[in-house]
């Protein structure tokens, strides 16, 4: 069974780079499946941020897009998460999530629909404050 843990700094400044790690076990990131981060500020709904499939292609929210990156090493078998620039509003819980799609609607809309995941990491909380 695929496991995903997410792990990096829980406090970043504004206008600086949140970095993210997820590290993947029991499955290999190179195969069959998209890598997604997700985040939930506190009170509100899941957002897509952006995701890389196994073939290494990444796909963007295009409101995000010129400040994030989302990249891999498959040595490791991790995937990272850049967001450049970030705000005190973009703090939230941020996930690493598994899905075998990424639909156009996800990604120009950045909705999150639980069902079509069916790994997730469990969290981590990263607040953005100086």
């Known amino acids: 069974q695929v496991q995903l843990q997410e792990s990096g700094p829980g406090l970043v400044k504004p206008s600086q780079t949140l970095s993210l790690t997820c590290t993947v076990s029991?499955?290999?990131?190179?195969?069959?499946?998209?890598w997604s981060w997700i985040r939930q500020p506190p009170g509100k709904g899941l957002e897509w941020i952006g995701a890389?499939?196994?073939?290494?292609?990444?796909y963007y929210r295009p409101s995000l897009k010129s400040r994030t990156s989302i990249s891999r090493d498959t040595s490791k078998n991790q995937i990272t998460l850049q967001l450049s620039s970030v705000t005190p509003e973009e703090t939230a819980v941020y996930y690493c999530?598994?899905?075998?799609?990424?639909?156009?609607?996800?990604?120009?809309?950045?909705?999150?629909?639980?069902?079509?995941?069916?790994?997730w990491g469990q969290g981590t909380q990263v607040t953005v404050s100086s």
């Open positions: 029991g499955g290999s990131i190179t195969t069959d499946s998209f």
């Open positions: 999530a598994r899905s075998k799609r990424i639909t156009g609607t996800t990604i120009s809309r950045g909705t999150v629909n639980r069902g079509e995941y069916d790994s």
């Open positions: 890389i499939a196994y073939s290494g292609s990444t």
